[in-house]
């Protein structure tokens, strides 16, 4: 994520090489949400820069920006980051009962019954698990546990999120930590 301006932006993709002859380009997704790359959707280069689909392959996995017809075109924009803001990705973005935009996680504080243990700082994902990366609360780290851990965002730890409230149930993360 970007703080960059006043607008929090989200990295969602990276472009890659210039692809064929009419400007096309490889597309590196880096978000669940395929589904925003669509003709004309428009996305942030930097924090007061956007630029336009004009074509979407899937298949190939590419992309052809507004005004980009030929590979040089294309290429000034190799290695470019694109971004969209929360408010974008709340409006093109659907979830299903029970999901939740990773953003909306980050900052909650995580508790295994009453004992707080720490707060999300960020999301990983290795190989096809995610990890909630919990910045152990201070009291527990004055106890010389770990002043981090990762703890799986999966049913067998997660009891309930309440995103709104910016809380995280847990069982078994004491554990984890320890462990850690």
Not at 6 to 25: F, N, P, R, Y
Not at 136 to 145: F, H, I, N, Q
């Amino acid at each position: 994520m970007s703080k960059q301006s006043k607008k929090e932006l989200l990295h969602i993709a990276t472009l890659g090489k210039s692809v064929g002859l009419k400007g096309d380009m490889k597309l590196h997704i880096k978000t669940d949400f395929p589904e925003q790359f669509k003709q004309n959707a428009t996305f942030y280069i930097s924090p007061e820069k956007t630029v336009t689909i004009s074509d979407v392959n899937f298949q190939r996995g590419t992309v052809r920006l507004e005004g980009c017809t030929t590979p040089e075109e294309a290429k000034r924009f190799t290695n470019a980051k694109l971004y969209a803001t929360i408010e974008q990705t709340r409006k093109e973005c659907t979830l299903e009962k029970g999901q939740y935009f990773w953003f909306d996680i980050e900052g909650c504080d995580v508790y295994e019954e009453a004992l707080l243990l720490g707060k999300v700082v960020e999301i990983e994902r290795i190989l096809d698990t995610d990890y909630l990366k919990i910045q152990t609360d201070s009291a527990l780290v004055e106890k010389k546990l770990p002043k981090s851990f990762l703890l799986p965002y999966n049913d067998n730890f997660i009891v309930d999120v309440d995103v709104e409230g910016k809380k995280i149930s847990a069982t078994g993360a004491y554990d984890i930590l320890e462990a850690s």
